[in-house]
C-alpha cells in the first residue's frame, strides 16, 4: 500500500459483527415462520373434514345411511382412511352406525407433525368441532376458531 492511502473494505471485527446480527435474526425469523406455516396448514385438516361433512351429509339425504359414502370418489366406511388434499393429514371415518359420524384429522407429514397445538381435529355428525394438543388439552378455540 501506498503511503497515505485510506484502507478500504471490511475487517474480519465488523464481518463478524454482521454475521451474529443476521443469525439472531434468523433465530427470530425462523421459528416465527415455522409457527406461521404450521397454522396456514391447519386449513388443510379443517376444510377436508368439513367438505367430507357435507358428502356424508348428502349421501344420508338420500341413503339414510353413512356407510358406504362416497367421499372424492372413495366410499367410507367405518375405519376407513383418506389423505388430505395437501397430503398434511389422514381424515380417519368412525360410523359406528347409520346415524352417526365422527371424522378425525391426524398430521402425517411435516411441519404438520410438529404442530403440538393442533395435534388432532375432530367433528362429528351433530356438527361439533373440536381440537386437542399433544398432551390431549382442549385447544377448540384456538384450531378452529370456535367453540
Known amino acids: 500500500m501506498r ?25 427470530i425469523a425462523y421459528p416465527t415462520y415455522t409457527r406461521f406455516v404450521m397454522q396456514t396448514n391447519r386449513t388443510d385438516a379443517t376444510k377436508t373434514l368439513q367438505l367430507a361433512a357435507q358428502s356424508l351429509e348428502r349421501c344420508y339425504s338420500q341413503t339414510f345411511t353413512y356407510a358406504g359414502c362416497s367421499v372424492n370418489g372413495t366410499v367410507v366406511n367405518d375405519g376407513s382412511i383418506v389423505q388430505s388434499p395437501n397430503s398434511y393429514y389422514n381424515i380417519s371415518f368412525g360410523i359406528p352406525d347409520a346415524q352417526d359420524y365422527t371424522l378425525t384429522a391426524l398430521a402425517i407429514a411435516a411441519p404438520q407433525t410438529g404442530d403440538s397445538e393442533c ?7 351433530s356438527g361439533r368441532q373440536r381440537a386437542q394438543n399433544a398432551a390431549s388439552g382442549d385447544t377448540t378455540q384456538s384450531c378452529w376458531g370456535s367453540n
Do not use: D, K, P, Y
Open 119 to 125: 395435534a388432532q381435529f375432530t367433528l362429528s355428525s
Open 3 to 27: 503511503s497515505g492511502a485510506a484502507a478500504t473494505g471490511f475487517t474480519l471485527i465488523e464481518l463478524m459483527i454482521v454475521v451474529g446480527i443476521v443469525a439472531v435474526l434468523a433465530a
